[in-house]
């Protein structure tokens, strides 16, 4: 009956799964009793309440509910609508009236809580105007979507019915493209957008990825972009993915992304010829990521000394990446043999961390190639000078870590910090400036206990350096031994 509906009202008719989640307002049973007739139960009645195998909550009114639907027929299930209006929605027992598979209860919270998540599986018949199937379907799946638009595309290219799809594609591919990254939509958006003949059209649809979708593996798919579209097309289409993702992607992203991809993605814009843009799109892309690079690296200068020492380990990596795709850009590489030069303290810790990323990723036979033998020379001219200075002396408590602020206050502080015989100071303060002092000291983790002796006006802030400084003085120099070590061992291999 229901299909010879659908036929009747040109149609299409499926059945589907039905994912239901409805969020109740709630009331506990015992509510009245508790603190109507009565004022208390005993611990046993809380355990009955508590521990049967029904809910004991009252539900009392629906907050809110959606439904996605899963289309089952023919196959593996996948997403046929992310979701369901209530006034496109008819059934003959509401969900409430039957067992959920999960049920979840929040507690009151003062200005929320005392609600009922429940979650229901369901079967549903799903009706709709045939001329809306693409959109349907597309919006459950962009992989399926940009994939028809692919299909009449192999059969006749620049086919305008494939424009006129595409274009239908675009009130809601921003919003779901990008989360079907997985089953190559990316790579699939990429041919497409090369073969249309609209160049605002592809733009739109490449818009929702993201700079880290860029692989070797999709660098023949961007080649044809080049061809198609040109260099200036393709640069502003970059900028647009490092921009527009840029206030919300995690730099753990990028910097995987320029570990793994970083070269191999150039390698593959490079084996084109010149005249197709691919090597001097590489170049660009380069630069782009060392220029970015550089600003992470610059932007460490306001972490406390162990967060940077933790983000300088993992930024060996991406460095390295930047290193071996410099071969084909010298300005860069100079750029890179500059910086890595400077004696600055971070930066001699990257320079050790570069030179064990490459050893690790190439081996002692292939480590050569990176051209990176300047660079150990000079780690171990480096370490050989620190562990020919005398160790620290028994009685040296002078600890001689830059200070950022230029306030006021740091004279006094950096005096204290630098002189080798004061191990106590106490510092009459008002409130802002011990706090200041406060997160001076603990943002360089300094080795000096500060508290604050709340008799007299100001306050006195107490600071006094702790044996740990010898301890990490001990530590460090056992550290410089065992990679000066190393560095020699290697020292051929570079």
């Excluded at 200005?111 to 018949?125: E, K, L, M, Q, S």
């Excluded at 006129?164 to 675009?170: E, G, K, W």
């Excluded at 990429?190 to 073969?195: E, M, N, P, T």
């Excluded at 510092?427 to 001076?440: N, S």
């Amino acid at each position: 009956m229901l299909r010879e509906i659908a036929r009747r009202l040109d149609c299409e008719i499926d059945l589907a799964l039905a994912d239901v989640h409805e969020t109740w307002a709630s009331e506990d049973e015992y509510w009245e009793e508790r603190y109507g007739r009565r004022w208390g139960y005993d611990d046993e009645e809380e355990d009955e309440r508590e521990g049967g195998s029904g809910e004991s909550h009252r539900l009392t009114e629906l907050i809110e509910s959606d439904i996605e639907l899963r289309h089952a027929t023919g196959g593996r299930p996948r997403a046929l609508a992310a979701a369901v209006s209530l006034d496109e929605l008819c059934y003959t027992k509401p969900s409430v009236e039957l067992e959920p598979f999960e049920s979840e209860h929040e507690g009151y919270m003062g200005n929320y809580g005392n609600t009922v998540d429940r979650w229901y599986h369901r079967a549903a018949i799903v009706l709709w105007p045939r001329d809306r199937t693409f959109v349907i379907r597309a919006r459950g799946s962009p992989y399926w979507g940009i994939g028809e638009v692919a299909k009449r595309l192999r059969r006749k290219a620049a086919d305008p019915e494939a424009l006129d799809l595409a274009r239908r594609l675009l009130p809601f591919w921003g919003q779901i493209a990008w989360r079907d990254e997985s089953l190559g939509t990316f790579a699939a958006t990429l041919a497409v957008a090369a073969k249309l003949g609209d160049a605002e059209v592809a733009t739109a649809l490449l818009q929702p990825f993201a700079l880290t979708s860029l692989t070797a593996k999709t660098a023949p798919r961007f080649a044809e972009l080049l061809d198609r579209h040109g260099e200036d097309w393709c640069r502003t289409l970059l900028r647009q993915w490092i921009s527009e993702r840029r206030a919300y992607e995690a730099p753990d992203e990028r910097l995987a992304w320029m570990s793994a991809g970083l070269a191999p993605l150039c390698q593959a814009l490079c084996r084109r010829p010149e005249s197709s843009g691919g090597p001097g799109m590489a170049r660009w892309i380069l630069k782009e990521q060392w220029t970015w690079l550089l600003e992470h690296i610059e932007h460490l200068e306001e972490a406390s000394a162990k967060e940077m020492k933790k983000e300088l380990a993992r930024l060996s990596e991406p460095v390295l990446a930047v290193v071996e795709s410099a071969r084909i850009d010298s300005e860069v590489q100079r750029s890179i043999v500059d910086f890595l030069a400077d004696d600055t303290d971070h930066l001699k810790l990257l320079r050790l961390g570069l030179l064990r990323a490459a050893h690790e990723r190439h081996g002692s036979n292939a480590v050569r190639a990176v051209g990176l033998k300047s660079l150990h020379t000079r780690c171990t001219r480096d370490l050989a000078r620190r562990l020919n200075a005398p160790p620290r002396a028994a009685d040296d408590w002078s600890i001689r870590t830059p200070l950022r602020c230029s306030c006021k206050l740091r004279g006094k502080l950096k005096a204290y910090l630098r002189a080798p015989r004061k191990i106590r100071l106490e510092w009459p303060l008002a409130k802002e400036g011990r706090a200041h002092i406060h997160r001076a000291i603990d943002s360089q983790d300094l080795s000096v206990r500060h508290i604050t002796r709340r008799v007299g006006r100001p306050f006195t802030l107490v600071l006094e350096k702790t044996p740990v400084l010898f301890e990490r003085d001990a530590a460090e120099r056992q550290a410089w031994e065992t990679e000066l070590k190393w560095l020699e061992e290697t020292a051929g291999d570079f």
